[in-house]
Every structure is written in structure tokens, then in C-alpha cells.
């Protein structure tokens, strides 16, 4: 920025559209164009998505294509809520996301505190333990994991989805979050120390706060992941009404008896996408800065 | 509403409540026996009462599973019965004659061999050209973010149809080349030929916006002056690219690969929903579903996991002893 500046004050007129400024902006076209084209590659599969939703059924699969379908079919959307109980499922999945959610990103905080902030023998190696759980294959433990749920009788229960994540937390929040305490000067600390709070009043009222922009971004993460979980609510859950958004929507991928409902399942999809959206759409400079401070410095 | 959500969730919610309360007993109970029983100094009482909910989630959720894992992979458990002690009877079973095992492995391993290179080498790419001083940045950041927003089953339905042989856009889009070559149109989850790159596209359309914001963030990072340092010693963009970003990244790259990797090999809900043609293999990760889920095979199953995660292991030691050789780290000489 600053040689742009020297350079036309240096050489007023025509004379500022030097090879280097020119290979500049031709550099910056180039971006834009790559960008955008790859922005529209992104794009078609999604707009595909919210079209499909608003078609009769055999339209999708209409030659040549419809980009758009010449009558919407917004009744698609009720229709598809109504098909099966997708009212009870979105309370099922708001109770399977939001409980876990608020547990595991509160236990995964003063986890990381108590890593980040004193000093005890075996810190160092229990640490490294930890991040050495995030690489393991959930593969390896989803049977035995399976059976102990079965053995305290809680399969076709929501617990297997929402006990866990009041112990232990998740790693990657845990070690996203301590790359952030370590940012937050001690001086904070001690001085809240002098006036008196202790650890508890010290973590919730002073160090909370300060790590705002990691909380919103593990919470945008964690938020996601349950939501759009399937595999768990599949092994766990059998009735029915218990079943989340995702495994409700499966249905619409037809039986034995039933054609495939394409546009029930592209509505029920658009929908789900929604909240995400406006999450990341909200927070999304925290979202960066949540996880630039743990990347980095990785 | 169907069914009886009251009676569904109030007895998950009381447990959650006690199980929350019976934790922070431990932790409270773990800094009192420390300091009143042992006498230790605060910092240690406190450090070890807070991580206490990992460390007991970490013996029941993790070390528990994988050691059970490990010895039920030498029974024939199966839900009902008492597991009976076969030996490697699974593990012969697995690789001696089990025809879903190998073509398994081999569409597994190709899979995360070669999608995770490119998508990590595309964000990496994606993330340079975002990071120059763009208008409209966050537009772009949250266009190609949103597929990894896209439920997963979604994503899959989305590209089963992306992928019709006859109807599918992608289909639609190669046809002028495919005719003036004259090649047919590829039958992409039909072909046991075309399932791989099948798989790898879609697994690039999903990732690409993570991995982009990662990427992005590790441009972000370096340090400024490194790049004025180098100007006045005269270094030119291509040089200041190749000495000072790509170095300054490699702790993002490598984080990336080996997290990426891991998933990679679990592929799952698109392995489940693609209805690819089994002639190309099914993924391990569904065919463990398959064994112990579906056929109640569980200690079948659990061979095929433990072998899963001795591939996984293995590959994660390889990358990170590979470290040395072209990870940077600040603080560390080379």
C-alpha cells in the first residue's frame, strides 16, 4: 500500500501506470476472477439445493435442466414438515444440540484454565495426552462406547447424545481455548486476585469474558457438529418420535414401499442450513480470530 | 407433539443435572484431599481439581473403549450372548478370507491418500489469493464456507443427483468434451471405475471452506515485518513467498493434514448414502457399522477397528516424525 502512495507522488500523471503498478492491479483481476469463479462452483450445488426444493417431484430429474421451476412449489416446505413429525424432531434436535453444547464448551474452558493458568506435576505429558485424543478414531471406541450405554439401559435414550460432554469436554476446544488463556496477560489475574475473588469469581467474572471470541467460535463448531450429527442418533435412538432432523429427513430417501420424496428432503436441507448460516454469517470475524490464535501458534 | 417429549427428555435432563453436580463434587472433592490431606501448594490443588472432568472423561470415554476394544476384537461377542475367547480367529477371518476386507482398505487408504493432499494444497492456494486486501472478503468467506455447513446427509443426496449418469449436472457440464472425445458418460457411483474420484469431488466441495478458514487464519499470523525485513534485503514476491509464507504456515499445513487425514479414513454418513456400487469396495468405517450394527458381529467388528486404527496410527507416526524435515517452528532452529 504505502509503495503505491510514494510511487504517484513521485511521478504524477500517466507516469504512475508503471510495470509494477500494472502487474499490480492485473495480479488483483486475476484474484477477483479466481474467486468469484470458484464462488460460483461453490454456489451451484447449494442454489441446486433451494431449487429442487421448490419443485414437483420428477422435475428435478426433467431434461434439460430447470434452473429454476417454472411454478414454486413453496408448499413443498409444509408438506415436508408435515409428512412426519418434524416439529417433535427439531425439539429432539434442539435438546440433543443445545444441552451438550453449553456443557461441553463451559467444562472445555476451565479445562483448558486449569491447563493454561498453574502449575502441577505431569502438566506437560497430561496435555499432550489429551491432544493425542483428538487423533484417535472415534471408530475404535463406538462399539465399546456402544455397550456401555447398553449395559446402564440407556439405548433409545437421549443420554449416550448429552451425558459425555459434562466429562472431559472435546480436545480441539480445550486446546483452542488454552492457546487463548496464554494470550491474556497475568497481570489480569493477579489484580483481580488483590481484590479479593477467588478462582471461581476470577475465572467466570475476568477470564470469561476476555476469551469471547474463542467461546463463539468452538460454540459455532460444536453447535454444527451436533446438529448435523447422524450417526449417533442412528445407533442410539429406535422410536420414531425420538429421532433428530437428520435421521427424520433420511425417510425421505424412500423405502421399500415408497418413492424417493427429493423435494421433501432438498426443503428439510435448505431449512437445516438456516441457523448455521445466520451464526457464521453474524459471527464470523470472531469465528476467525477464535481460531487464528490457536492455529498459529499451534 | 408425538409420542411423550416430556417423558423423553425429563429423565435425560435429571441426569444431566446429577451427573453435572456429582463432577463438581469430584473436582471440589480432588482440590480438598489435595490441600488438606497432602498438603500441597494451591496452584497444584487447583490445576488438578479443574482438569478433573478430563481426566474422568478421559478414562471413560477413551481409555475404557479402546482397551475393551482391543480385547473384545479377540471374541466373537454379539450383544446377546457372553463373549466367548476365539484367539485371532477374527483377524485370520478379516484378511484371510473375508472378500469385503481389501477392496475395503484400498478404497479407504486411496481415498484419504489422495483427496486430503488436494484439498489441503487447494485451501492453502484459496487462503494466499483471499488474503490479499480483496473487497468484499466476507462475502467470499462465507460463500465458500457454506458447504461445510450443508448437513452431511444432504451433502450426499445433493451429489448423488451431481452425479446421475444421465441427468446429473456434472454429466451435463463435461458433455462437450466427453463428445468430441467420444467417450461415454461416466456412471459415477454405478462405476466401480469412477467411485474413487466420485468421492474425492465431493470430499474437495465439503472441505475446501474448513480448510480455507484454517488456512486463512495461518496467513493471517505472519508476522509483517518478516516480509519488510525481506523487501529491504531485496527479496522479490516469489522468493518472500517461498522463504517466509509457506515456512511461516507449515505448523497450519501439518495440523491440517494429520486431523484431516484421521477423518478422511472415517468417512462415514457419505460412504453410508451414496449407494455407491459395492463392486468398488465400502469404506471401513461402514463396513464396521455393517459387522457390528447391522449383523450384530461385534467382536468381528472390532477387529476391523482396531485395524482401522493401527492404519490411522500408523500413518499419523510417519507424518509426525516427518515433522523435522518440513515443519517450522518459531522459537526452534532449524
Known sequence: ?298 | MVGDPIGDYLPTLIRFVVLAVVVLGVSVGVHYVLRNVFHLKRDIAIGFSLITPWILGFLIFNLIPIVSTFVLSFTDYNLQQTPNFIGTQNYETLIGSDINFWPSIRLTVLYSVISVPISVTLSLLLSLVLSRNLKGIGVYRVLYYLPSIVPAVAVVLLWRWIFNPDVGLLNLILSPILNLTNTPSPDWFGDEKFVLPAFIIMSLWTALGNNTVIMLGARKGVAGDLYEAASIDGANSWTKFLRITIPMMTPAIFFLVVVEFASAMQLFTPAAFARATPAAGRFMNLLIYTYGFQQSRMGYATALAVILFLLILAATIVLFRSQARWVYYEGQER
Open chain 1, 1 to 298: 500500500m504505502s509503495a503505491t502512495v510514494t510511487q504517484s507522488t513521485a511521478s504524477p500523471g500517466n507516469a504512475s501506470w508503471n510495470p509494477a503498478r500494472i502487474r499490480r492491479v492485473i495480479g488483483k483481476a486475476i484474484a477477483y476472477i479466481l474467486v468469484s469463479a470458484l464462488g460460483v462452483v461453490f454456489l451451484i450445488p447449494l442454489f441446486w439445493l433451494v431449487s429442487s426444493s421448490l419443485k414437483i417431484g420428477n422435475e428435478i430429474f426433467d431434461q434439460p435442466v430447470q434452473w429454476w421451476p417454472a411454478v414454486p412449489q413453496w408448499n413443498n416446505y409444509p408438506d415436508a414438515w408435515n409428512a412426519l413429525p418434524f416439529t417433535r424432531f427439531l425439539f429432539n434436535t434442539l435438546f440433543v444440540t443445545l444441552l451438550p453444547l453449553v456443557a461441553e464448551v463451559l467444562v472445555s474452558a476451565i479445562v483448558a484454565y486449569g491447563f493454561s493458568r498453574f502449575v502441577f506435576p505431569g502438566r506437560n505429558i497430561l496435555f499432550l495426552v489429551m491432544i493425542s485424543t483428538m487423533f484417535l478414531p472415534d471408530a475404535v471406541k463406538l462399539i465399546p462406547t456402544f455397550i456401555i450405554w447398553n449395559s446402564f439401559g440407556l439405548i433409545n435414550h437421549y443420554d449416550p447424545l448429552v451425558l459425555a460432554s459434562v466429562l472431559g469436554g472435546t480436545p480441539l476446544f480445550i486446546f483452542l481455548m488454552r492457546q487463548f488463556f496464554s494470550t491474556i496477560p497475568k497481570e489480569i489475574e493477579e489484580a483481580a486476585l488483590i481484590d479479593g475473588a477467588n478462582v471461581v469469581q476470577t475465572f467466570m467474572r475476568v477470564m470469561l469474558p476476555l476469551i469471547r471470541p474463542a467461546l463463539l467460535s468452538v460454540s459455532i463448531i460444536g453447535f454444527q457438529g451436533h446438529w448435523n450429527d447422524f450417526l449417533g442418533p442412528l445407533i442410539y435412538l429406535n422410536d420414531q418420535a425420538k429421532y433428530t432432523l437428520t435421521v427424520g429427513m433420511y425417510f425421505f430417501t424412500g423405502g421399500v414401499n415408497e418413492r424417493p420424496h427429493w423435494e421433501w428432503l432438498m426443503a428439510m436441507s435448505t431449512l437445516m442450513i438456516i441457523p448455521i448460516l445466520i451464526l457464521f454469517i453474524i459471527f464470523q470475524r470472531y469465528f476467525i480470530e477464535g481460531l487464528t490464535s490457536g492455529a498459529v501458534k499451534g
